[in-house]
């Protein structure tokens, strides 16, 4: 247990050294980690049916900007997996874009402290064009708390940002947190809503005007532990939100290895 203190003091302190990463990755994290041996192929899909019409400080506009970002997750050890993000972006008259890459370590208290809630600590690191986001790289830290409690489910992401390079590299630490409350209404089906924010910098807090909030109704349909599938509709309700967007994920989980998988979402 030596080598998980240390990684999870690492990742603290990066805290020190962390901007919204965009539409293109729309998830509230649970806290569980992909075991050794294993590996989750994700695609996350969105579509911006209605957001920002202009080109703005050089940022090319949201409207029906499509997004498509395959994710590979590898995991390490019981405790840890590592996990690498390729963004695009396809829109009229621009084509299909490469975005940007990211790439996102995280370790999580192990399964066998027997914890009531599931905890674990993700940090991503990456580079975005500035034609998508004038913050070209960025540092995420991202707190997940999670559990399963019968048919009820919640994980909160509290969220933590900070540019490296761009206009907002002095504005400190962004608080952006995210929120996922849904409902088993049968073992193959369950439906919830989850709820995305960015308040701004944690020592001057937007203007509930400036601040970007989406609630998305959300299903997640369980039909085999290979599979992760979840879709969802969004609406912003504040001004500097985009205002529609209508986002998927599908994974597939590929096992080298026999092994259990235990589940924090699991009464």
């Known amino acids: ?5 240390l990684t999870l003091l690492f990742l603290g302190f990066a ?35 209605d957001g920002q019409r202009l080109k703005i400080d050089g940022v ?22 590592i996990g690498f993000y390729l963004f695009t972006s396809e829109q009229n008259g621009m084509g ?27 940090t991503e690191v990456g580079y975005q064009r500035a034609l998508y986001d004038r913050d070209t790289w960025t540092w995420e830290i991202r707190p997940i708390v999670d559990r399963q409690k019968g048919r009820f ?13 761009g206009p907002d590299v002095n504005l400190g630490l962004d608080f952006a947190p995210a929120v996922k409350l849904s409902w088993d209404f049968t073992k193959q089906f369950a439906a919830g809503l989850e709820y995305y924010a960015d308040y701004g910098s944690i020592t001057n807090i937007a203007s509930l005007h400036n601040q970007q909030q989406q609630i998305f109704p959300a299903i997640d349909l369980n039909v085999s532990p290979k599979w992760e599938i979840n879709f969802g509709v969004g ?10 967007i209508v986002k998927g994920i599908l994974g597939r989980r590929f096992d080298w290895g026999h092994h259990d998988r235990g589940s924090i979402r699991n009464p």
């Open 1 to 5: 247990m030596k080598s998980f203190a």
């Open 60 to 81: 090319a506009p949201t409207y029906h900007q499509e997004h498509e970002t395959l994710e590979i997750t590898q995991g390490i050890n019981d405790w840890s997996e």
């Open 153 to 165: 489910y919640w994980a909160v992401n509290p969220a933590l940002e900070r540019t490296f390079h």
């Open 235 to 244: 609406v912003g309700p504040t001004a500097a939100t985009d205002h529609w």
């Open 15 to 49: 805290v020190g050294m962390v901007h919204a990463q965009g539409n293109y990755e729309i998830q509230v994290y649970g806290s569980e980690t992909q075991l050794p041996k294993s590996t989750m192929v994700e695609l996350h899909s969105n579509f911006t049916a």
């Open 96 to 122: 299909v874009q490469w975005v940007g890459d990211h790439i996102r370590p995280r370790v999580r208290v192990p399964p066998d402290w027997h914890w009531k809630v599931g905890v674990s600590l993700s």
